[in-house]
């Protein structure tokens, strides 16, 4: 059985610039959540992929985008990047919802650092 | 939205025991506890879903008082191994929100 996997591991972008983060779910997962975690805090919810859809999203705005592609990998958009957008990127790869009793499995992160 | 996490560090010597607490405003489903390592990606320990089911694989135990949307994370007899940051997460609708962590150090 495969873990998460994310790709780059670290990344180093000026302000202003795209940056796309990719991540390959766990065997089995059809759902994929995307975190952001700055240093010193818990992460924090950006959103969450099922079935190719978006299915929830957290207090992010629209420049954060994402893709769920058919065999469930999944990729992080980031427009018009700003220096507060340096922080380590967890994607999460799960069983379809169940009203919150489905258990995350964290890829090892992309490290994102805006100059 | 984010539970609040107590205390916010602890230093223990090995073999001492530790509680960690979560509380939410919200009425609790579920509570996860996660574990961090300095540079690594969280690694699950724990759910706790209400009516009392747990699901974990790590010798740790925990509880969960719907109550008063409480959980506690209880390390016993503590190893080096146990160092790192521990954190709850709640849900909401879709996203699983996280509180600040709680940082473990275990010391010789």
């Known amino acids: 059985e495969t873990g998460v996997t994310q790709s780059p591991t670290h990344l180093i972008k000026t302000r202003g610039q795209q940056v796309t983060l990719r991540c390959s779910s766990q065997?089995?997962?059809?759902?994929v959540s995307w975190y952001q975690q700055a240093l010193g805090q818990g992460p924090q919810f950006i959103f969450q992929y099922y079935r190719e859809e978006e299915n929830g999203r957290g207090n992010f705005p629209p420049r954060f985008s994402g893709l769920q592609f058919p065999n469930y990998s999944s990729e992080l958009n980031v427009n018009a990047l700003e220096l507060d957008d340096s922080a380590l990127y967890l994607c999460?790869?799960?069983?379809?919802?169940?009203?919150?009793?489905?258990?995350?499995?964290f890829g090892p992160g992309t490290r994102l650092l805006v100059l | 939205q984010q539970p609040v996490q107590s205390p916010q560090a602890v230093i223990l010597r090995e073999g001492e025991d530790a509680v960690i607490n979560c509380s939410s405003s919200?009425?609790?489903?579920?509570v996860h506890w996660y574990r961090q390592k300095h540079g690594e990606a969280p690694v699950f320990l724990m759910i706790l879903l209400k009516g009392g089911e747990q699901k974990g694989h790590e010798k740790i135990s925990a509880s969960f008082n719907e109550k008063k949307q409480q959980s506690s994370l209880y390390l016993t007899a503590s190893q080096l191994s146990y160092s790192g940051t521990y954190f709850c997460g709640t849900v909401s609708g879709y996203a699983l929100n996280f509180g600040k962590g709680t940082s473990l150090l275990v010391t010789p």
């Open positions: 919200k009425a609790l489903y579920s």
């Open positions: 065997s089995g997962h059809n759902t």
């Open positions: 999460a790869s799960s069983p379809p919802w169940s009203g919150g009793a489905e258990t995350q499995y």
